[in-house]
Each structure stands twice: as structure tokens, then as C-alpha cells.
């Protein structure tokens, strides 16, 4: 058999990168886009509330409108979240993510015009509007990355999501600089800016594929899906990914997609749900939000200016984008569960320092800096794995009739712990101060010993293979090889057995 060519084509990754642009993007800039007008914002609350009611609004007021429209984007991830197993089975995976940028323009336009309306309604119906996109955007398009990338570069391919999350942050924090956008008279700019990525992708998304795995085993499309394979692999015979694609529809026995509640009672598939369910939750409740929280005032006291500590907060954003292309270039060589497993337990390791360091931070002038050191070293660490492996996951842990289901899922999972932590951590950081870090710890600890007695490595296998993976540990049958030649026979390839083994006899193995 000849090895499949290393190679990517300009197809495949236009699909990742504009996919990835009107989707993880705009959550990653929404994630930190609303910290630089915070207190504009607020000052457009009480402006507002003079002009209807002829009075001060109260702290306790400003506070709760500001509470709900930070938190509420979480409520509409959740519900972005619940509705992708329907809209990726009616309109597909491009369909959705195409269909989702008409919830991006609508919640720049409430965004951005609810000053001039003197509505600060509109801003929190746009920052839902905006949750309900970045929900179904955080699902449909790794789904979409996953179904067409071959497999010896899924995780590649798939990491485009966290690269994307990471340079939408860190574009926030530039346009939220005072020099920019970050003033009184140009911050609803900042929110206009939303309808920028989210236009490009619907001039560019269309002339690009549907999946073809989508096209081939819910749609029955061959022609397309052989169309889509070409396209994406860049070559003429596709023969051997369509055989594989068929093998699986058959092993699977059945072409109707599953409910979530399907998935959660068939046991072959019980140790993948909770592994997906203990990624998502260790991927929010790790700590990396609070680390937001801690910068700017571990910069004060520091000693820095306060209006040098913006420019100085653009590093963690560099370094989060840095440390995502870095683990993108490598995942492949170093597989999906080292990064897991290093990245989380860098950060409890990181985060042990960091409570030492933040208790003798007013003993020694120069603790601070050793302080911000680890909060650069607590997002390396979030982003060489934990930071976008979880997505890639999702999409592999899974085959074709139970992913939407999965996805499903994962993304309640996710914005139900995102909104979690926006509401139990002032709690904590109140109660335990400085001493919060260990409990991001403890949840780093836990996730990594899971991943490391759990979870199998999936880099470069197939959707059957990484199934087969589980069989033990979910207590069901292998498939046997008779099966196995049975699958080879009705897809049409040309396997033969040769010491208990089926092996290809072609001159190409599939791609994917």
C-alpha cells in the first residue's frame, strides 16, 4: 500500500480558515471585546435611565443590567446549543454555519445602533443574539472541520477553531485600546465590527464544499460527495474514502440520526459521552477566566501606569494565539492525549505557583512580576491542548449518526459551566481570595488523571477505529473480522485476509 500524501490543499484549508473566521472567531472576540467600554456602557445605563425616569440610576441597578448583559451571552450559547442537531440535519454543516451569520449581522446592528436608540435593551438582546450565534458556531463548525479533513491531519485542521478563538481575543483587546476604538465616542464600533468576519464568510463559505460524509450518508448524495472529496483532497479517485464512508454506514446499521437521549442510553457509546462531558467541563472550569480577571490588577501592583496596563494585557492575548498555532503545527506528531494531559496538569502546576506567589506578593517588590509570569504560563498551557482539543474530540469520539447528538451535548455542557463560573466565581475570589487558584487546580488535577486512564490516543485513525478503542472499557464485543470482510465486501474494495488480518490490496488506502 502507498502512504497517503502529507499534503493540504488550498480547498481545504480556505474551508477551515473562513469557517473558522464568521464562527470561533467572533466568540473569541465577543470573550473579550466588552471588558475595554465596560464602563462606558455603564455610563450609557445611567444616562439612559435620566432621560426615562429623571433620576440616578442605582449602583445596585447599573450592577445587575451590567451582570445580565455579560451573562446573558451564556444563555444564548446554551440555546445556539440545543438547536444544531436540528439545523445541521435540515441544512448541513456549511448550511448552519451560513445560516448562523445572519444572527452575527443582527446582533452587530442591535449592538452598535442601541446608543443612538438610547436602548440599553437592545444591548442585551444583541449580546444574546450573540450567545445564540457563538452556541451554534462552537458545534457546527467542528463538526464540519472534523467530517472533512482526512485523517492524518483532523487535529491540524481542527485546531483552526482554537487559533481562531485566540486571534478574535486578542483583535479585541487591539480595537479596545483607547488609541482605537476603546473611547467614549467610538466604542459601539467595537460591536459594529461584529458583521465584518461574519459578511466575508458568506462571500466566500458558499463556493466552498459541503461535507462530504454529511452529503454521502444522510443526504445520499454520491455525486456530491465525491465532488466534495476532490475538492478537498485534491485528487481524481476518491474511491477508497467513499468505501470507508460507506463501511461505516453499514457498520452503524442505521442511517437516522440519534436524539441525545438515544446516545446517553446505548452502552457501546457510555465512556465517550463521559469523556466529552469531562473535557467540556474541564475546559471551562479550569481557571482561564479567573486568570482574566486577576491580570490587570497583579499589573497594578506591579507598579505599572494604569494606562501602560492595556498594552501590557495585549501579551496574554499573543501568547494564547502563539501557544494555539504552536499546539495546531504539532498535534498531529504528538497526538491529542499528551497535550491534554500536559496542558492541564501545567496549569495546576502553574497555578500552585501562582497561589504562592500571589500570598507574599506585598513582602517583595519583585513577587508581581513572577505572579504574571505564571498567568502567561497558565494560558501557554490552556492552549497547547485544553484550549481547543475538547472540539476536535467531539467530532471523533463519534460516528456519523450519533455526532450531532454528541455535539449537542458537549456545547450544554460547555455554557452551562461558562455560565457557572461568571456566577460562582466573585463568590469564591470573595471567600477564598488569592486561595481560588487551587480550586482550578484540583480541576486540572482531576482532568488529567482522567485522560490519562480514560482516554485513548485518536490521531490518525479512522471514526471505526477510535469506536473499536472504547469497545473494551464499555464492555462490548469488538467487531470481528468476519464482520470486518463482510463491511469490505459491501463497500466494494478490494481487502483480502492474510494471517488473521485484513489488509488493502490496492495501491492507495483512503484518506480518511
Known amino acids: 500500500s502507498q502512504k497517503v500524501p502529507q499534503r493540504i490543499t488550498a480547498c481545504l484549508v480556505n474551508a477551515a480558515f473562513f469557517g473558522a473566521l464568521g464562527s470561533s472567531y467572533l466568540y473569541g472576540y465577543n470573550l473579550s471585546v466588552v471588558n475595554a467600554p465596560a464602563l462606558y456602557i455603564k455610563t450609557f445605563y445611567n444616562q439612559t435611565w435620566m432621560e426615562r425616569y429623571g433620576e440616578p440610576i442605582g449602583a445596585d441597578m447599573v450592577t445587575m443590567l451590567w451582570s445580565i448583559t455579560v451573562s446573558i451571552f451564556a444563555i444564548g450559547g446554551l440555546l445556539g446549543a440545543l438547536c444544531v442537531t436540528l439545523l445541521t440535519k435540515l441544512i448541513g454543516r456549511k448550511g448552519t454555519l451560513l445560516l448562523n451569520n445572519g444572527f452575527a449581522v443582527i446582533a452587530a446592528l442591535l449592538l452598535a445602533l442601541g446608543e443612538k436608540a438610547r436602548s440599553f435593551?437592545?444591548?442585551?438582546?444583541?449580546?444574546?443574539?450573540?450567545?445564540?450565534?457563538?452556541?451554534?458556531?462552537?458545534?457546527?463548525?467542528?463538526?464540519?472541520?472534523?467530517?472533512?479533513?482526512?485523517?492524518?491531519?483532523?487535529?491540524?485542521?481542527?485546531?483552526?477553531?482554537?487559533?481562531?478563538?485566540?486571534?478574535?481575543?486578542?483583535?479585541?483587546?487591539?480595537?479596545?485600546?483607547?488609541e482605537l476604538l476603546g473611547q467614549e465616542s467610538r466604542w459601539?464600533?467595537?460591536?459594529?465590527?461584529?458583521?465584518?468576519?461574519?459578511?466575508?464568510?458568506?462571500?466566500?463559505?458558499?463556493?466552498?464544499?459541503?461535507?462530504?460524509?454529511?452529503?454521502l450518508m444522510e443526504r445520499r448524495d454520491e455525486a456530491?460527495?465525491?465532488?466534495?472529496?476532490?475538492?478537498?483532497?485534491?485528487?481524481?479517485?476518491?474511491?477508497?474514502?467513499?468505501?470507508?464512508?460507506?463501511?461505516?454506514?453499514?457498520?452503524?446499521?442505521?442511517?437516522?440520526?440519534?436524539?441525545?437521549t438515544e446516545l446517553l442510553l446505548n452502552p457501546a457509546l457510555r465512556w465517550q459521552?463521559?469523556?466529552?462531558?469531562?473535557?467540556?467541563?474541564?475546559?471551562?472550569?479550569?481557571?482561564?477566566?479567573?486568570?482574566?480577571?486577576?491580570?490587570?490588577?497583579?499589573?497594578?501592583?506591579?507598579?505599572?501606569a494604569e494606562n501602560v496596563i492595556p498594552y501590557i494585557v495585549l501579551s496574554t492575548g499573543g501568547i494564547e494565539t502563539l501557544a494555539a498555532v504552536v499546539s495546531g503545527l504539532v498535534i498531529e506528531r504528538i497526538g491529542r492525549r499528551p497535550l491534554l494531559i500536559f496542558g492541564f496538569s501545567a496549569m495546576a502546576f502553574?497555578?500552585?505557583?501562582?497561589?504562592?506567589?500571589?500570598?507574599?506578593?506585598?513582602?517583595?517588590?519583585?513577587?508581581?512580576?513572577?505572579?504574571?509570569?505564571?498567568?502567561?504560563?497558565?494560558?501557554a498551557s490552556f492552549c497547547s491542548g485544553p484550549g481547543g482539543i475538547p472540539?476536535?474530540?467531539?467530532?471523533?469520539?463519534?460516528?456519523?449518526?450519533?455526532?450531532?447528538?454528541?455535539?449537542?451535548?458537549?456545547?450544554?455542557?460547555?455554557w452551562v459551566a461558562n455560565f457557572?463560573?461568571?456566577?460562582?466565581?466573585?463568590?469564591?475570589?470573595?471567600?477564598?481570595?488569592?486561595?481560588?487558584f487551587l480550586v482550578f487546580l484540583?480541576?486540572?488535577?482531576?482532568?488529567?488523571?482522567?485522560?490519562?486512564?480514560?482516554?485513548?490516543?485518536?490521531?490518525?485513525?479512522?471514526?471505526?477505529?477510535?469506536?473499536?478503542?472504547?469497545?473494551?472499557?464499555?464492555?462490548?464485543?469488538?467487531?470481528?473480522?468476519?464482520?470486518?470482510?463482510?463491511?469490505?465486501?459491501?463497500?466494494?474494495?478490494?481487502?483480502?485476509?492474510?494471517?488473521?488480518?485484513?489488509?488493502?490490496?490496492?495501491?492507495?488506502?483512503?484518506?480518511?
Not at 513577587?367 to 498567568?375: A, D, K, N, Q, V
Not at 488480518?501 to 483512503?510: P, T, Y
Open 121 to 178: 435593551e437592545m444591548l442585551i438582546i444583541g449580546r444574546f443574539v450573540m450567545g445564540v450565534d457563538s452556541g451554534i458556531a462552537l458545534s457546527a463548525l467542528p463538526m464540519y472541520l472534523g467530517e472533512i479533513s482526512p485523517r492524518h491531519m483532523r487535529g491540524s485542521i481542527g485546531q483552526f477553531n482554537s487559533i481562531l478563538i485566540c486571534l478574535g481575543v486578542f483583535t479585541g483587546q487591539v480595537l479596545g485600546l483607547p
Open 188 to 215: 459601539n464600533f467595537l460591536f459594529a465590527f461584529l458583521a465584518l468576519p461574519a459578511l466575508l464568510q458568506l462571500c466566500v463559505l458558499p463556493f466552498l464544499p459541503e461535507s462530504p460524509r454529511f452529503l
Open 224 to 260: 456530491g460527495a465525491e465532488k466534495a472529496f476532490r475538492a478537498f483532497l485534491g485528487k481524481k479517485d476518491v474511491s477508497k474514502e467513499l468505501e470507508e464512508v460507506h463501511a461505516e454506514g453499514w457498520a452503524q446499521n442505521t442511517l437516522h440520526m440519534a436524539s441525545v
Open 273 to 304: 459521552v463521559i469523556t466529552v462531558i469531562v473535557t467540556m467541563a474541564c475546559y471551562q472550569l479550569c481557571g482561564l477566566n479567573a486568570i482574566w480577571y486577576y491580570t490587570n490588577g497583579i499589573l497594578r501592583d506591579s507598579g505599572f
Open 350 to 379: 502553574f497555578f500552585g505557583l501562582l497561589t504562592v506567589f500571589l500570598n507574599f506578593q506585598d513582602q517583595y517588590t519583585w513577587m508581581p512580576y513572577l505572579s504574571f509570569t505564571c498567568i502567561l504560563a497558565v494560558i
Open 391 to 414: 472540539f476536535v474530540l467531539t467530532g471523533e469520539l463519534f460516528e456519523q449518526s450519533y455526532r450531532p447528538a454528541a455535539f449537542m451535548i458537549a456545547g450544554i455542557v460547555n
Open 420 to 436: 457557572a463560573v461568571g456566577l460562582l466565581f466573585p463568590f469564591m475570589q470573595e471567600s477564598l481570595q488569592t486561595y481560588a
Open 442 to 512: 484540583v480541576v486540572c488535577v482531576l482532568g488529567a488523571v482522567y485522560l490519562y486512564f480514560i482516554l485513548p490516543e485518536t490521531k490518525n485513525k479512522t471514526f471505526m477505529d477510535i469506536s473499536q478503542s472504547f469497545a473494551k472499557i464499555n464492555k462490548v464485543p469488538l467487531v470481528n473480522k468476519e464482520i470486518e470482510n463482510e463491511l469490505a465486501i459491501k463497500a466494494g474494495s478490494k481487502e483480502v485476509e492474510e494471517n488473521g488480518k485484513v489488509i488493502i490490496d490496492g495501491e492507495i488506502e483512503s484518506s480518511f
